[in-house]
C-alpha cells in the first residue's frame, strides 16, 4: 500500500513527511483550502477510527478534541503558511501509518484506498476551476 498516501512513502518518517506531502499537494494542484479538505478527510476518518477502538480511545481520544490533530497544531511558528496543512498531515499521518493502518486487514484496506482515489479524484476536479498558485523555481523545501 505504500506509495498510494502520502505519508506512506518510502523513508516518510515523524516529521519529514513535510515535504513529501507538500509535492503531493503540489502535484495534485490543490490550493491551501483544498489541502485543507484532503487534510480534514483523513482527519475525520482517523477520529472515527479512534472513537470505535477502546484502546485506541483511551490513549489518543484526547487528541481528536481539538482541530487540527498533533503537535503542530496552532503553532505555525517558522513555517510557510502555505506548507501547514502538509505539517499537520505528517503528524496525523504518522499516527495513522504506525497505530491505524495496521488494525486493518486486506478488506478494510482496499476499501480505505477505494475511498481515497475517489475523494482524490474529487479534489482534482474541483482543483480545475480553483487552481492554486504555481510553485517557485525552487520550492520551499528543495534544495538548491
Do not use: C
Not at 40 to 50: C, G, I, L, Q, S
Not at 87 to 98: E, M, P, Y
Request: proline letters at 5%; charged letters at 25%.
Amino acid at each position: 500500500m505504500a506509495g498510494h498516501f502520502p505519508f506512506l512513502g518510502r523513508g516518510v518518517r515523524y516529521g519529514g513527511a513535510r515535504m513529501t506531502i507538500a509535492a503531493f499537494f503540489e502535484a495534485h494542484g490543490l490550493n491551501e483550502e483544498l489541502q485543507e479538505k484532503y487534510y480534514k478527510w483523513w482527519y475525520d476518518w482517523a477520529k472515527n477510527f479512534v472513537e470505535q477502538d477502546e484502546g485506541l480511545k483511551a490513549a489518543k481520544g484526547v487528541a481528536f478534541q481539538h482541530y487540527p490533530y498533533g503537535q503542530h497544531a496552532h503553532r505555525p511558528f517558522h513555517l510557510h503558511s502555505d506548507k501547514i496543512w502538509a505539517v499537520h498531515l505528517a503528524d496525523l499521518g504518522d499516527l495513522i501509518r504506525d497505530s491505524l493502518l495496521p488494525k486493518l486487514d486486506a478488506k478494510a484496506r482496499k476499501t480505505l484506498e477505494q475511498a481515497h482515489a475517489a475523494m482524490l479524484e474529487e479534489l482534482k476536479q474541483e482543483a480545475a476551476s480553483k487552481p492554486r498558485q504555481p510553485a517557485p523555481e525552487v520550492g520551499y523545501f528543495r534544495h538548491i
